[in-house]
């Protein structure tokens, strides 16, 4: 593959940076830098504000929905640009997951009504897919929706919901036909999270964060205008939507600003006078995670470059959410390798909440957050598709075992 970067798309490089460098509020930055979970509300409106009144709420949208019409390079420099700024990349559910469902299959009521919303930040969407007993085997979810005039009833339980306290809206799978075999009776709803019957308990994950949530749901009415497609469609709907959330699981961009970030510690740690970056031990760390980081990368170049391809890219796509999703986790590891003791720092004050835990520190700034990331990374082989189950659908596509 040849691959080069046009004098235009250097021109585009700068002005995203100088946007960045102007428009980033420092407070937001970071508390998105320690990894606060979930972010707070209000930090994802006004960052997504800010992008949408510069026309880049949404790059990868159609251009009628306020999409930006750049190319698949143009999107790759952006997201880099963002990452390089440490600027938030978040509400991922509203704005690459339920809004590309409703742009290609919901009503033109949907569309008016909820995409602008997304656009500017104004409203925020959680998932609600998985249950207690439906994970990995998602068609085995039980949540039912029962059609009552021209409303829908549901009953039933959510698990995993990301974000769900501060979600204005949930997109939720849920069972209208238990008669007939389970992907066929299967409907995707739009919920606003605060109809009466709608019950949210925060989980607290291994970091101390309240990200993930229990929903109980207990004969709560939705509308039936807010059936996405057609009732018994769901199973389509939600395959459609987890391919668009694989692709995006190559975790580069994150992946790329946290090697630098762990390179930076390393250059700034000494051990008896020695900077840890010079030491051969650490080096040789170091330049293993960054021969594989420059591969993943490169594999995502090339999908980039076949972005009009008709190739069933679904092997790969998985291949990618593998090898991205275990690389999230070599870096933070090799972050927290690069802090040592330092890094249990976290188990005393914990560092996810506060505006800036270190104020009163003698320890250096690089040091908050980095505990957080290495353990909320534990959990990127989970989501998304689960790294076991990856590796079935690549041996059955890709070497049809
Ligand atoms: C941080 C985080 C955020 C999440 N956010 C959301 C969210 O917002 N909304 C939502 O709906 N869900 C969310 N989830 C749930 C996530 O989608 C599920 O955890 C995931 O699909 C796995 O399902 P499970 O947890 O039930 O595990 P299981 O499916 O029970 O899997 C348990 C283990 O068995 C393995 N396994 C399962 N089936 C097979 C098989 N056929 N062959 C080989 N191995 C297998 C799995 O790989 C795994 O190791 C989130 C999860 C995490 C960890």
Not at 118 to 131: A, P
Request: proline share 4%; aromatic share 10%; with cysteine.
């Amino acid at each position: 593959m040849h691959f080069e970067y046009s004098a235009e798309d250097e021109a585009f490089r700068q002005e995203v940076r100088q946007f960045f460098a102007e428009q980033l509020p420092a407070g937001i930055s970071h508390r998105w830098t320690i990894g606060a979970h979930p972010p707070a509300r209000q930090d994802i409106r006004t960052w997504q504000g800010i992008l949408h009144q510069r026309g880049w709420g949404a790059p990868h949208w159609p251009v009628e929905y306020g999409g930006t019409g750049w190319s698949g390079f143009r999107k790759h420099i952006f997201m880099e640009e963002l990452y390089n700024a440490d600027a938030m990349d978040y509400g991922w559910q509203a704005t690459h997951m339920v809004a590309p469902v409703i742009i290609a299959f919901g009503s033109e009521w949907q569309k008016q009504r909820f995409l602008p919303a997304i656009l500017s930040g104004d409203e925020f969407w959680c998932q609600g897919f998985s249950e207690p007993n439906a994970g990995s085997d998602l068609a085995a979810l039980r949540t039912t929706a029962v059609l009552d005039g021209d409303e829908y009833v549901i009953n039933g339980q959510k698990i995993w919901t990301s974000d769900a306290t501060i979600a204005d809206w949930g997109f939720f799978l849920v069972k209208t036909d238990t008669t007939v075999k389970p992907q066929r009776g299967i409907s995707f709803l739009l919920v606003k999270m605060d109809t009466p019957g709608i019950t949210v308990r925060p989980i607290v994950s291994i970091e101390g964060g309240t990200g993930l949530n229990e929903v109980f749901l207990e004969n709560v009415r939705v509308p039936g205008t807010h059936l996405v497609g057609e009732a018994g469609m769901g199973w389509t709907y939600a395959k459609y939507l987890l391919e668009k959330e694989r692709t995006a699981s190559a975790f580069l961009y994150f992946n790329k600003r946290e090697l630098q970030r762990a390179k930076s510690i390393a250059e700034q740690e000494t051990i008896d006078g020695v900077r840890l970056i010079d030491t051969p031990e650490f080096a040789r760390k170091v330049a293993a995670v960054e021969v594989d980081l420059l591969a993943l990368e490169w594999s995502v170049l090339r999908i980039l470059a076949e972005e009009k391809t008709t190739r069933n890219l679904d092997a790969v796509i998985s291949a990618l959410k593998v090898s991205g999703s275990e690389m999230q986790q070599r870096v933070t590891e090799l972050q927290i390798d690069a802090l040592g003791p330092r890094s249990m720092r976290f188990q005393e004050h914990g560092d996810w909440s506060v505006e800036n835990p270190l104020a009163d520190d003698a320890w250096p700034g690089y040091v908050a957050g980095r505990t957080t990331g290495y353990l909320i990374g534990r959990a990127s082989t989970i989501y998304g598709g689960a790294r076991e189950v990856q590796k079935n659908i690549i041996a059955r596509l890709a070497f049809g075992l």
